[in-house]
Protein backbone atom coordinates (compact mmCIF):
# COMPACT_ATOMS: atom_id res chain seq x y z
CA UNK A 1 0.00 0.00 0.00
CA UNK A 2 1.65 3.80 -0.83
CA UNK A 3 1.75 4.75 2.42
CA UNK A 4 1.91 8.38 1.81
CA UNK A 5 -1.51 9.47 3.22
CA UNK A 6 -3.85 12.35 2.47
CA UNK A 7 -4.70 14.68 5.13
CA UNK A 8 -8.22 15.38 5.68
CA UNK A 9 -10.19 17.05 8.50
CA UNK A 10 -11.64 14.45 10.56
CA UNK A 11 -14.49 17.18 12.17
CA UNK A 12 -17.89 16.23 11.97
CA UNK A 13 -19.83 13.79 9.76
CA UNK A 14 -17.87 12.12 7.13
CA UNK A 15 -18.28 9.04 5.32
CA UNK A 16 -15.55 7.04 3.13
CA UNK A 17 -16.44 4.60 1.19
CA UNK A 18 -13.46 2.51 -0.63
CA UNK A 19 -14.89 1.11 -4.22
CA UNK A 20 -13.96 -2.96 -4.91
CA UNK A 21 -9.83 -3.10 -4.90
CA UNK A 22 -9.33 0.00 -3.87
CA UNK A 23 -6.65 1.04 -1.54
CA UNK A 24 -6.08 3.91 0.69
CA UNK A 25 -3.97 5.78 3.11
CA UNK A 26 -5.97 8.36 4.84
CA UNK A 27 -4.71 11.07 8.26
CA UNK A 28 -7.74 12.75 10.40
CA UNK A 29 -7.09 15.67 12.08
CA UNK A 30 -9.90 16.82 14.56
CA UNK A 31 -10.39 19.23 17.18
CA UNK A 32 -14.19 19.12 16.79
CA UNK A 33 -16.90 15.83 18.10
CA UNK A 34 -17.13 13.75 14.62
CA UNK A 35 -18.85 10.82 13.26
CA UNK A 36 -17.14 8.55 10.90
CA UNK A 37 -18.82 6.10 8.60
CA UNK A 38 -16.64 3.63 6.37
CA UNK A 39 -18.08 1.17 3.99
CA UNK A 40 -15.13 -1.11 2.15
CA UNK A 41 -16.03 -3.21 -0.81
CA UNK A 42 -14.30 -6.26 -1.57
CA UNK A 43 -10.79 -6.78 -1.44
CA UNK A 44 -10.20 -2.79 -0.47
CA UNK A 45 -8.17 -1.83 2.03
CA UNK A 46 -7.68 1.58 4.17
CA UNK A 47 -5.24 2.29 6.67
CA UNK A 48 -6.54 5.39 9.07
CA UNK A 49 -4.46 7.63 11.27
CA UNK A 50 -6.76 9.93 13.36
CA UNK A 51 -5.52 12.24 15.74
CA UNK A 52 -8.09 13.73 18.50
CA UNK A 53 -8.22 16.48 20.49
CA UNK A 54 -11.01 16.93 22.97
CA UNK A 55 -13.39 15.20 21.14
CA UNK A 56 -15.78 12.87 21.31
CA UNK A 57 -16.46 10.52 18.28
CA UNK A 58 -18.21 7.41 16.85
CA UNK A 59 -16.93 5.04 14.13
CA UNK A 60 -18.68 3.02 12.80
CA UNK A 61 -17.13 0.35 10.06
CA UNK A 62 -18.33 -1.74 7.43
CA UNK A 63 -16.55 -4.47 6.41
CA UNK A 64 -18.47 -5.52 3.44
CA UNK A 65 -17.15 -7.08 0.90
CA UNK A 66 -15.09 -10.03 1.00
CA UNK A 67 -11.21 -9.54 1.91
CA UNK A 68 -12.04 -6.41 2.88
CA UNK A 69 -9.49 -4.87 5.37
CA UNK A 70 -9.02 -1.75 7.68
CA UNK A 71 -6.26 -0.45 9.74
CA UNK A 72 -7.31 2.10 12.30
CA UNK A 73 -4.61 4.08 14.64
CA UNK A 74 -6.42 6.36 16.42
CA UNK A 75 -4.51 8.78 18.80
CA UNK A 76 -6.55 11.52 20.59
CA UNK A 77 -5.43 13.98 23.60
CA UNK A 78 -7.83 14.57 26.31
CA UNK A 79 -8.20 17.60 28.80
CA UNK A 80 -12.13 17.60 28.78
CA UNK A 81 -14.62 14.41 29.26
CA UNK A 82 -14.91 12.41 26.14
CA UNK A 83 -15.85 9.30 24.75
CA UNK A 84 -15.06 7.22 21.67
CA UNK A 85 -17.15 4.40 20.49
CA UNK A 86 -16.20 2.24 17.82
CA UNK A 87 -18.18 -0.46 16.28
CA UNK A 88 -17.10 -2.52 13.78
CA UNK A 89 -19.32 -5.05 11.54
CA UNK A 90 -17.97 -8.05 9.49
CA UNK A 91 -20.59 -8.50 6.68
CA UNK A 92 -18.25 -10.83 4.85
CA UNK A 93 -16.01 -13.58 5.06
CA UNK A 94 -12.12 -13.49 5.32
CA UNK A 95 -12.60 -9.40 6.20
CA UNK A 96 -10.11 -8.15 8.61
CA UNK A 97 -10.06 -5.36 10.92
CA UNK A 98 -7.14 -3.93 13.07
CA UNK A 99 -7.73 -1.18 15.77
CA UNK A 100 -4.76 0.44 17.35
CA UNK A 101 -6.80 3.15 20.43
CA UNK A 102 -4.49 5.38 22.14
CA UNK A 103 -5.21 8.05 24.63
CA UNK A 104 -3.47 10.34 26.39
CA UNK A 105 -5.52 11.95 29.22
CA UNK A 106 -4.02 14.88 30.46
CA UNK A 107 -6.06 16.58 33.32
CA UNK A 108 -8.64 14.66 35.80
CA UNK A 109 -11.40 14.03 33.31
CA UNK A 110 -13.16 11.04 31.86
CA UNK A 111 -11.91 9.19 28.65
CA UNK A 112 -13.56 5.88 27.56
CA UNK A 113 -13.38 3.77 24.10
CA UNK A 114 -15.79 1.38 23.59
CA UNK A 115 -15.46 -0.60 21.18
CA UNK A 116 -17.61 -3.85 20.01
CA UNK A 117 -16.78 -5.95 16.73
CA UNK A 118 -19.55 -7.81 15.35
CA UNK A 119 -18.69 -11.71 13.64
CA UNK A 120 -21.65 -13.32 12.40
CA UNK A 121 -22.22 -16.85 11.63
CA UNK A 122 -21.00 -17.28 8.43
CA UNK A 123 -18.21 -14.96 8.23
CA UNK A 124 -15.13 -17.48 8.27
CA UNK A 125 -11.25 -16.32 7.91
CA UNK A 126 -12.41 -13.29 9.73
CA UNK A 127 -9.40 -11.29 11.36
CA UNK A 128 -10.36 -9.06 14.18
CA UNK A 129 -7.71 -7.38 16.03
CA UNK A 130 -7.75 -4.14 18.54
CA UNK A 131 -5.34 -2.73 21.17
CA UNK A 132 -6.43 -0.20 23.26
CA UNK A 133 -4.67 1.97 25.56
CA UNK A 134 -5.02 4.76 27.89
CA UNK A 135 -2.62 6.77 29.86
CA UNK A 136 -3.29 8.85 32.79
CA UNK A 137 -1.55 11.32 33.49
CA UNK A 138 -3.30 12.83 36.27
CA UNK A 139 -5.80 10.95 38.50
CA UNK A 140 -8.61 11.40 35.62
CA UNK A 141 -11.19 8.43 34.90
CA UNK A 142 -9.90 6.34 32.05
CA UNK A 143 -12.33 3.47 30.83
CA UNK A 144 -12.01 0.90 28.05
CA UNK A 145 -14.96 -1.41 26.85
CA UNK A 146 -13.79 -3.85 24.79
CA UNK A 147 -16.28 -6.69 23.46
CA UNK A 148 -16.23 -9.15 20.80
CA UNK A 149 -19.84 -10.31 19.78
CA UNK A 150 -18.57 -13.67 17.57
CA UNK A 151 -21.05 -16.03 16.29
CA UNK A 152 -18.53 -17.93 13.79
CA UNK A 153 -16.25 -20.33 14.92
CA UNK A 154 -13.45 -20.14 11.94
CA UNK A 155 -12.41 -16.49 12.99
CA UNK A 156 -8.95 -15.04 15.05
CA UNK A 157 -9.86 -12.92 17.44
CA UNK A 158 -7.55 -10.96 19.51
CA UNK A 159 -8.11 -7.91 22.28
CA UNK A 160 -6.07 -6.13 24.91
CA UNK A 161 -5.95 -3.00 27.16
CA UNK A 162 -3.99 -0.76 28.94
CA UNK A 163 -5.38 2.34 31.41
CA UNK A 164 -2.96 3.55 33.93
CA UNK A 165 0.49 6.07 34.14
CA UNK A 166 3.81 5.59 32.07
CA UNK A 167 6.22 3.15 33.88
CA UNK A 168 8.37 4.68 36.39
CA UNK A 169 10.89 2.19 35.71
CA UNK A 170 10.93 3.60 31.60
CA UNK A 171 10.90 7.19 33.01
CA UNK A 172 13.70 6.58 35.48
CA UNK A 173 15.94 5.01 32.75
CA UNK A 174 15.65 7.78 30.84
CA UNK A 175 16.45 9.76 33.70
CA UNK A 176 19.94 7.98 34.32
CA UNK A 177 20.84 9.69 30.50
CA UNK A 178 20.08 12.98 31.84
CA UNK A 179 16.99 13.57 30.08
CA UNK A 180 14.05 15.51 32.55
CA UNK A 181 10.48 14.84 32.83
CA UNK A 182 9.03 16.79 30.17
CA UNK A 183 11.86 15.47 27.36
CA UNK A 184 10.52 12.25 28.70
CA UNK A 185 7.09 12.60 28.36
CA UNK A 186 8.02 14.51 24.93
CA UNK A 187 9.44 11.30 23.71
CA UNK A 188 7.08 8.69 25.70
CA UNK A 189 4.15 10.69 23.76
CA UNK A 190 4.91 10.77 20.98
CA UNK A 191 5.74 6.97 20.44
CA UNK A 192 2.51 6.43 22.48
CA UNK A 193 0.40 8.47 20.37
CA UNK A 194 2.50 7.58 16.91
CA UNK A 195 3.04 11.56 16.82
CA UNK A 196 6.25 10.78 14.15
CA UNK A 197 3.84 11.16 11.25
CA UNK A 198 2.71 14.63 12.21
CA UNK A 199 4.95 17.80 11.28
CA UNK A 200 6.51 19.74 14.03
CA UNK A 201 3.70 22.10 13.82
CA UNK A 202 0.63 19.62 14.54
CA UNK A 203 3.01 18.16 17.07
CA UNK A 204 3.18 21.16 18.92
CA UNK A 205 -0.73 22.03 18.09
CA UNK A 206 -2.37 18.40 19.42
CA UNK A 207 -0.05 17.41 21.86
CA UNK A 208 1.41 21.18 23.26
CA UNK A 209 4.88 20.17 23.52
CA UNK A 210 7.75 22.49 23.31
CA UNK A 211 8.94 23.06 19.63
CA UNK A 212 12.72 22.05 18.81
CA UNK A 213 14.97 24.48 18.29
CA UNK B 1 33.92 11.44 43.07
CA UNK B 2 31.72 9.42 45.07
CA UNK B 3 31.83 9.08 48.68
CA UNK B 4 29.28 7.78 51.00
CA UNK B 5 29.39 7.92 54.67
CA UNK B 6 27.62 5.90 57.38
CA UNK B 7 24.41 5.52 54.92
CA UNK B 8 21.17 4.21 55.46
CA UNK B 9 18.25 3.83 52.98
CA UNK B 10 14.97 2.18 53.28
CA UNK B 11 12.43 1.29 50.28
CA UNK B 12 9.69 4.24 50.49
CA UNK B 13 6.81 1.70 50.01
CA UNK B 14 7.43 -0.25 52.96
CA UNK B 15 10.20 1.08 55.07
CA UNK B 16 12.49 -1.99 55.04
CA UNK B 17 16.11 -1.11 55.46
CA UNK B 18 18.39 -2.36 52.52
CA UNK B 19 21.68 -0.42 53.12
CA UNK B 20 22.56 -0.03 56.75
CA UNK B 21 26.02 1.99 57.65
CA UNK B 22 27.09 1.37 54.45
CA UNK B 23 30.51 3.56 53.59
CA UNK B 24 32.66 3.44 50.47
CA UNK B 25 34.59 5.80 48.49
CA UNK B 26 35.93 5.84 45.06
CA UNK B 27 38.24 8.22 44.01
CA UNK B 28 38.96 9.48 40.10
CA UNK B 29 40.29 6.57 38.09
CA UNK B 30 39.63 3.47 40.33
CA UNK B 31 37.54 0.48 39.60
CA UNK B 32 35.86 -1.21 42.60
CA UNK B 33 33.88 -3.88 42.40
CA UNK B 34 31.10 -5.20 44.62
CA UNK B 35 30.15 -8.91 45.19
CA UNK B 36 27.63 -9.74 47.05
CA UNK B 37 24.93 -12.59 47.08
CA UNK B 38 21.00 -11.89 45.96
CA UNK B 39 19.53 -9.42 48.44
CA UNK B 40 22.45 -7.95 49.76
CA UNK B 41 21.44 -4.71 48.43
CA UNK B 42 23.87 -4.20 45.69
CA UNK B 43 21.16 -3.33 42.81
CA UNK B 44 19.61 -1.03 44.93
CA UNK B 45 23.19 0.75 46.19
CA UNK B 46 23.37 1.90 42.29
CA UNK B 47 19.84 2.85 42.12
CA UNK B 48 20.40 5.28 45.28
CA UNK B 49 23.06 6.76 43.50
CA UNK B 50 21.46 7.31 41.04
CA UNK B 51 18.27 8.47 43.18
CA UNK B 52 15.90 6.37 42.21
CA UNK B 53 12.98 7.41 44.05
CA UNK B 54 11.29 3.83 45.36
CA UNK B 55 14.65 4.60 47.64
CA UNK B 56 15.19 6.64 50.96
CA UNK B 57 18.16 7.76 52.12
CA UNK B 58 17.76 8.13 56.24
CA UNK B 59 20.81 8.28 57.66
CA UNK B 60 24.31 9.27 56.49
CA UNK B 61 25.85 11.22 53.66
CA UNK B 62 26.88 11.08 50.30
CA UNK B 63 28.64 13.12 48.06
CA UNK B 64 29.33 12.92 44.13
CA UNK B 65 31.33 14.99 42.34
CA UNK B 66 32.24 16.85 45.40
CA UNK B 67 27.72 17.91 45.64
CA UNK B 68 25.51 16.09 48.28
CA UNK B 69 23.57 13.49 46.54
CA UNK B 70 20.32 14.75 48.58
CA UNK B 71 20.40 18.10 46.12
CA UNK B 72 20.52 16.50 42.97
CA UNK B 73 17.87 15.05 40.71
CA UNK B 74 18.45 11.73 38.53
CA UNK B 75 18.96 13.50 35.58
CA UNK B 76 21.23 16.17 36.95
CA UNK B 77 23.68 13.51 38.14
CA UNK B 78 23.53 12.09 34.90
CA UNK B 79 24.26 15.38 32.99
CA UNK B 80 27.36 15.88 35.90
CA UNK B 81 28.97 12.70 34.32
CA UNK B 82 27.69 9.31 35.85
CA UNK B 83 26.19 6.33 34.23
CA UNK B 84 24.57 3.37 34.81
CA UNK B 85 24.81 0.29 32.58
CA UNK B 86 21.59 -1.24 34.52
CA UNK B 87 21.11 -5.28 35.03
CA UNK B 88 17.90 -5.00 33.14
CA UNK B 89 17.18 -2.40 30.75
CA UNK B 90 13.77 -1.64 30.18
CA UNK B 91 11.83 -1.90 26.66
CA UNK B 92 10.24 1.59 25.76
CA UNK B 93 8.03 1.05 23.04
CA UNK B 94 7.57 4.21 20.45
CA UNK B 95 10.85 5.81 22.09
CA UNK B 96 13.17 4.99 18.58
CA UNK B 97 17.10 4.37 20.70
CA UNK B 98 18.69 7.48 17.72
CA UNK B 99 15.43 10.08 19.26
CA UNK B 100 16.32 9.14 22.61
CA UNK B 101 20.46 9.00 22.45
CA UNK B 102 20.47 11.86 20.04
CA UNK B 103 18.12 13.72 22.91
CA UNK B 104 20.58 12.76 25.68
CA UNK B 105 23.54 13.88 23.59
CA UNK B 106 22.14 17.13 23.21
CA UNK B 107 21.89 17.62 27.15
CA UNK B 108 25.53 16.58 27.34
CA UNK B 109 26.58 18.89 24.70
CA UNK B 110 23.75 21.59 23.73
CA UNK B 111 24.19 21.02 20.01
CA UNK B 112 21.34 19.29 18.02
CA UNK B 113 22.67 16.73 15.63
CA UNK B 114 20.79 14.99 12.88
CA UNK B 115 19.87 12.23 12.52
CA UNK B 116 22.56 11.56 9.29
CA UNK B 117 25.24 12.88 11.01
CA UNK B 118 24.07 10.86 14.59
CA UNK B 119 24.26 7.19 12.79
CA UNK B 120 27.75 7.95 10.74
CA UNK B 121 29.42 9.21 14.22
CA UNK B 122 28.13 6.19 16.02
CA UNK B 123 28.70 3.22 13.03
CA UNK B 124 31.70 2.62 14.25
CA UNK B 125 30.71 2.03 18.15
CA UNK B 126 27.87 -0.41 16.60
CA UNK B 127 31.07 -2.25 14.57
CA UNK B 128 32.93 -2.28 17.64
CA UNK B 129 29.65 -4.26 19.47
CA UNK B 130 28.44 -6.19 16.81
CA UNK B 131 25.37 -3.92 16.59
CA UNK B 132 23.10 -3.81 13.57
CA UNK B 133 22.58 -0.22 12.78
CA UNK B 134 19.00 -1.08 12.51
CA UNK B 135 18.64 -0.89 16.39
CA UNK B 136 19.02 2.91 16.35
CA UNK B 137 16.03 2.84 14.22
CA UNK B 138 13.62 0.79 17.04
CA UNK B 139 12.19 1.28 19.52
CA UNK B 140 14.41 1.36 22.66
CA UNK B 141 15.60 -2.91 23.37
CA UNK B 142 12.90 -3.84 21.50
CA UNK B 143 13.44 -7.24 19.93
CA UNK B 144 16.58 -7.20 21.68
CA UNK B 145 18.36 -10.29 23.31
CA UNK B 146 19.76 -9.99 26.77
CA UNK B 147 23.19 -9.56 25.56
CA UNK B 148 22.21 -7.08 22.83
CA UNK B 149 20.31 -4.58 25.58
CA UNK B 150 23.86 -4.93 27.33
CA UNK B 151 25.60 -3.72 24.12
CA UNK B 152 23.16 -1.46 23.85
CA UNK B 153 24.03 0.13 27.27
CA UNK B 154 27.63 0.42 26.21
CA UNK B 155 26.64 2.17 23.06
CA UNK B 156 25.27 4.67 25.14
CA UNK B 157 28.06 5.23 27.55
CA UNK B 158 30.56 5.83 24.42
CA UNK B 159 28.35 8.81 22.95
CA UNK B 160 27.89 9.88 26.41
CA UNK B 161 31.77 9.93 27.77
CA UNK B 162 30.84 9.17 31.62
CA UNK B 163 33.35 10.61 34.12
CA UNK B 164 31.69 7.39 36.66
CA UNK B 165 30.35 4.38 35.54
CA UNK B 166 28.32 2.16 37.58
CA UNK B 167 27.96 -1.74 36.27
CA UNK B 168 25.03 -3.69 37.25
CA UNK B 169 25.88 -7.32 36.96
CA UNK B 170 26.92 -6.34 33.70
CA UNK B 171 27.62 -9.91 33.15
CA UNK B 172 24.34 -11.49 33.05
CA UNK B 173 22.48 -12.21 30.00
CA UNK B 174 26.19 -12.29 28.01
CA UNK B 175 27.43 -14.98 26.51
CA UNK B 176 31.18 -15.98 27.08
CA UNK B 177 32.07 -14.37 23.56
CA UNK B 178 29.90 -11.27 24.51
CA UNK B 179 30.85 -10.58 27.36
CA UNK B 180 34.95 -10.99 26.46
CA UNK B 181 34.09 -8.40 23.38
CA UNK B 182 32.05 -5.80 25.72
CA UNK B 183 34.80 -5.97 28.29
CA UNK B 184 37.24 -4.90 25.59
CA UNK B 185 35.54 -2.30 24.52
CA UNK B 186 35.33 -0.96 27.73
CA UNK B 187 38.88 -1.73 28.49
CA UNK B 188 39.28 0.42 25.51
CA UNK B 189 37.22 2.78 26.64
CA UNK B 190 39.40 3.51 30.39
CA UNK B 191 42.58 3.61 28.49
CA UNK B 192 41.05 6.17 26.17
CA UNK B 193 39.72 8.43 29.50
CA UNK B 194 41.80 6.82 32.29
CA UNK B 195 40.49 9.28 35.28
CA UNK B 196 36.79 7.56 34.56
CA UNK B 197 35.72 6.04 37.72
CA UNK B 198 33.69 2.37 38.05
CA UNK B 199 32.25 0.71 40.46
CA UNK B 200 31.23 -2.61 39.29
CA UNK B 201 28.52 -4.63 40.58
CA UNK B 202 28.25 -8.63 40.79
CA UNK B 203 27.67 -12.18 41.88
CA UNK B 204 30.17 -13.82 40.28
CA UNK B 205 33.89 -12.82 39.84
CA UNK B 206 33.95 -13.64 35.71
CA UNK B 207 33.44 -10.13 34.95
CA UNK B 208 36.35 -9.56 37.20
CA UNK B 209 39.15 -11.57 35.12
CA UNK B 210 38.04 -9.15 32.13
CA UNK B 211 38.37 -5.59 34.06
CA UNK B 212 40.61 -5.40 36.94
CA UNK B 213 39.34 -4.11 39.80
CA UNK B 214 41.59 -2.26 42.25
CA UNK B 215 39.42 -2.86 44.91
CA UNK B 216 37.03 -5.66 45.71
CA UNK B 217 34.14 -5.10 48.37
CA UNK B 218 32.29 -8.33 49.90
CA UNK B 219 28.30 -6.82 50.59
CA UNK B 220 26.59 -8.52 52.97
CA UNK B 221 23.15 -7.73 54.28
CA UNK B 222 23.45 -3.80 53.35
CA UNK B 223 26.93 -3.60 54.21
CA UNK B 224 30.41 -4.01 53.12
CA UNK B 225 32.09 -6.74 55.38
CA UNK B 226 35.43 -7.21 53.81
CA UNK B 227 37.29 -4.73 51.19
CA UNK B 228 40.82 -6.41 49.40
CA UNK B 229 41.82 -6.79 45.76
CA UNK B 230 41.16 -9.44 43.45
CA UNK B 231 42.54 -12.14 45.52
CA UNK B 232 39.08 -11.72 47.74
CA UNK B 233 37.02 -12.15 44.92
CA UNK B 234 38.83 -15.80 44.33
CA UNK B 235 38.34 -16.37 47.67
CA UNK B 236 34.73 -15.64 47.58
CA UNK B 237 34.03 -17.96 44.44
CA UNK B 238 36.13 -20.35 46.11
CA UNK B 239 34.50 -19.97 49.62
CA UNK B 240 30.96 -18.61 48.87
CA UNK B 241 29.78 -15.27 50.96
CA UNK B 242 30.16 -17.01 54.29
CA UNK B 243 30.79 -14.70 56.91
CA UNK B 244 33.19 -15.85 59.67
CA UNK B 245 34.98 -14.92 62.69
CA UNK B 246 37.85 -13.45 60.52
CA UNK B 247 35.82 -10.96 58.70
CA UNK B 248 33.84 -9.99 60.71
CA UNK B 249 37.28 -8.94 62.60
CA UNK B 250 38.41 -7.17 59.49
CA UNK B 251 34.96 -5.23 59.09
CA UNK B 252 35.68 -3.83 62.30
CA UNK B 253 39.10 -2.52 61.76
Given at each position: ????????????????????????????LN????????????E????????S?????????????E????E???N???Q???????E????????????????W??????????V??????????S?A?????I?N?K???????PT???????????????T??????S????K???????????L?L?????????????????????K?? | ??E?????V?????K??????????????????????????????????????????????????D???????T?Q??????????Q?P?V????????????????????R????????E???D???L?LK????HQ???Q??????R????L????????KL???????????????????????D????Y??????????YSR??E?????FVH????G????T??????????????????????????
Open positions: MNKIKRKEKGNGIKKIHLKERQKDCIQLEENFQIEIELEKSLLEISQYKNASGRIQIYLKGDSKIYHYTVNTENKLKVVFHESPKTESRLFLHGNQEEQALSFLNVYIPKGMHGVQQENRYEKGKALIELFIDEFDVEASHSSFGPFEETKFYLTRGLEEDQINHLEGFLEGKELTEEEKFHFFQKREG | MLMKHVTETVDIKPILKDFSLSIQEGEIHAIMGPNGAGKSTLSKVIFKNPNYEIKQGEITLFQDLKALQEIARMGAFLVLDPIEGVSTSDFMREALYEKTKEVNLYSFVKIEKCQKSEELLSINGLSGGEKKNELQLLLLKPIVLDELDSGLDVDSLKQVCKVFNYLKEPSTSVLIITHILYIHPDKMVDKIVQGTIHLAKEIEKEGYQINEHTKEQSHE
